[in-house]
């Protein structure tokens, strides 16, 4: 929204109390996951979840998908790259590390290797750094949330010096700041 310049209202879904559960809820969003988008359009109501809200709002605004069609499919397939690959596995890593009740070594330390190696695939991939030439795409929309918790998956940037680089480029962005602080108010 804020790199869109579009006005939204932000409806909170508590996770920790299980609000994504509800019967309501789960009626628009079957994943029971968040985000979610609930968009209305001349009277007819979408609702858009998981990385499909970022191609679905790049392509009705025009932004953050590239025309060209190589350029295109490189930024969609590091897009699926972050639904099916990197937030799967940061999530696990985060929720081990920083929810779990009972710390399972053996499970903490795989998620941490995976990441590890997710991390890698950013750090040194050619068309990572393709995806990555203008640093406006809904590729770096998405995986940046989870780059943005890396600590929280057991990683350092310091070991990944492109990502870093990428990483604090996109996180001085004044949308970016102020994307993240709406979520903040939110965290008791």
């Not at 559960?21 to 079957?30: D, G, L, M, N, S």
């Not at 969609?76 to 999530?91: C, D, K, S």
């Not at 990683?155 to 480029?169: C, F, G, K, Q």
Request: charged share 20%; with cysteine; glycine share 6%.
């Amino acid at each position: 929204r804020e790199a869109l310049g579009l006005t939204y209202q932000l409806l909170p879904v508590n996770i920790m109390q299980g609000d994504q559960h509800t019967a309501a809820y789960v009626r628009q969003v079957p994943t029971r996951k968040i985000p979610a988008l609930r968009h209305r359009n001349t009277g007819v109501e979408q609702i858009v979840f998981d990385g499909a809200i970022l191609l679905y709002l790049a392509e009705r605004q025009g932004k953050f998908l590239p025309q060209d069609a190589v350029l295109k499919w490189q930024c969609l397939q590091w897009l699926f790259w972050q639904v099916g690959a990197l937030g799967p596995m940061a999530e696990q890593a985060h929720h081990l590390r920083v929810y779990a009740n009972v710390k399972d070594v053996y499970a903490i330390d795989r998620y941490e290797r995976e990441c590890h190696k997710l991390y890698a695939v950013l750090e040194g991939h050619p068309q990572a750094n393709l995806a990555w030439l203008d640093r406006n795409s809904i590729a770096d929309i998405a995986v940046l949330p989870w780059v943005y918790r890396h600590a929280r998956h057991g990683i350092d940037l310091a070991e990944y010096p492109s990502v870093l680089n990428w990483h604090t480029e996109l996180m001085a962005r004044p949308a970016v700041k102020t994307g993240l602080s709406v979520g903040q108010a939110l965290i008791s």
